[in-house]
């Protein structure tokens, strides 16, 4: 199995299961620390109309009744294709906003790859890149987009991402 989480992690569990972003908005994971310092595993039941993962683990939801998005990716450089499916999920996601739903994108702390979708569906929105990463650190954790790649990526705007990423390297 592919490793989909990134080396070294140096960095706290988030403090709570999710955290709403902008209205409808939310961002999560499958772990969080509660008040005692305990790991606590996130359930999702049908809390949201649209939960979008990039993590999975089985028992973690969400419901029956919400309609759920998987892509698997890593919590590290991206390739082409899997920038083109960060921005169509944005999109989903923005188009789920449009039609008056609740929208849950998570990975596994809810920081980078949670963060990469949800930040372009901000800017899909209007946001300039770093008005809706500021954004997103503001409202989940400091520490979310702490990956400097894919802020990168959101910087330079996904297209151009994937197109850059498409170059085979110079011999």
């Not at 199995?1 to 972003?21: F, H």
């Not at 503001?138 to 894919?150: D, G, K, V």
């Not at 990526?153 to 498409?166: N, R």
């Amino acid at each position: 199995m592919e490793k989909i989480r990134g080396k070294g992690r140096d960095v706290p569990e988030p403090q709570s299961p999710w955290d709403e972003i902008s209205p409808g908005l939310w961002m999560g994971g499958h772990v969080w620390t509660d008040p005692a310092g305990e790991l606590r595993p996130v359930v999702v039941a049908d809390e949201f109309d649209l939960v979008i993962s990039l993590f999975t683990r089985s028992g973690h939801g969400p419901g029956p009744d919400a309609e759920h998005l998987v892509a698997l990716m890593p919590d590290a450089a991206l390739t082409a294709g899997q920038l083109h499916t960060v921005r169509r999920l944005a999109r989903a996601a923005s188009g789920a906003l449009d039609a008056g739903r609740t929208i849950l994108v998570r990975c596994h702390s809810g920081y980078n790859r949670s963060g990469l979708v949800v930040a372009q569906c901000l800017m899909e929105r209007g946001l300039a890149a770093a008005d809706a990463i500021a954004l997103v650190r503001r409202r989940r954790s400091p520490w979310a987009l702490h990956n400097a790649t894919f802020t990168a990526y959101l910087a330079a705007g996904l297209d151009v991402a994937a197109q850059l990423t498409e170059l085979d390297p110079l011999p």
